[in-house]
T-cell receptor
Framework: EAQVTQNPRYLITVTGKKLTVTCSQN?????MSWYRQDPGLGLRQIYY???????DKGDVPEGYKVSRKEKRNFPLILESPSPNQTSLYFC?????????????FGPGTRLTVL | KNEVEQSPQNLTAQEGEFITINCSYS?????LHWLQQHPGGGIVSLFM???GKKKHGRLIATINIQEKHSSLHITASHPRDSAVYIC????????????FGQGTRLTINP
């Protein structure tokens, strides 16, 4: 089944404890992206990647890192999480890019930073 | 002012009604996306438009590039259409960033 998977789905952590949220797609998509969703602010793009080893900042990249060493995986790294990073995170992928076709979204990861 | 504005923010209707959700944007765009977020949180991409009109089942999406406006229509609405509908624009040639509207919460009562 074609899908985007994220792990973990739920995570409660404490300030400063490094964490990684994994994202994987099995559709051989070139484009992958991370978003966060907050009440009153909607969805905002964190980072995106056009292909392996090619990443770029979205609108809210501060406090986050990403890497794209393999086409299928695009992990989101929080080196030193803070409470303002408490949010619902979505990973998404598309075959070539945003202008060409639709995006497939992962199920979301709800992160709470205490 | 947000780059992408949706209206209305909330919409409640009876089953069977024709629904229209609007999206206006202030930047030049290459494409516009309509997304649906179910009460459980999952997001599904409905349409990607760069011009004209697209139809999928009871859903119709239109875009007017000159007026910087898009609409999402639902015909013969059903309670299962209850969801948050989100408009997003890809701005700038070559840019792969998406800017999102705040979403429209639609509730269809039986």
């Amino acid at each position: 089944e074609a899908q985007v998977t994220q792990n973990p789905r739920y995570l409660i952590t404490v300030t400063g404890k490094k964490l990684t949220v994994t994202c994987s797609q099995n559709m051989n998509h070139e484009y992958m992206s991370w978003y966060r969703q907050d009440p009153g602010l909607g969805l905002r793009q964190i980072y995106y990647s056009m292909n392996v080893e090619v990443t770029d900042k979205g609108d809210v990249p501060e406090g986050y890192k990403v890497s794209r060493k393999e086409k299928r995986n695009f992990p989101l790294i929080l080196e030193s999480p803070s409470p303002n990073q408490t949010s619902l995170y979505f990973c998404a992928s598309s075959l070539k890019g945003l202008a060409a076709d639709t995006q497939y979204f992962g199920p979301g990861t709800r992160l709470t930073v205490l | 002012k947000n780059e992408v504005e949706q209206s209305p923010q909330n919409l409640t209707a009876q089953e069977g009604e024709f629904i229209t959700i609007n999206c206006s944007y202030s930047v030049g765009i290459s494409a516009l996306h309509w997304l649906q977020q179910h009460p459980g949180g999952g997001i599904v991409s409905l349409f990607m438009l760069s011009s004209g009109k697209k139809k999928h089942g009871r859903l119709i999406a239109t875009i007017n590039i000159q007026e910087k406006h898009s609409s999402l229509h639902i015909t013969a609405s059903h309670p299962r259409d209850s969801a948050v509908y989100i408009c997003a624009v890809r701005s700038g040639q070559g840019a792969q960033k998406l800017v999102f509207g705040q979403g429209t919460r639609l509730t269809i009562n039986p």
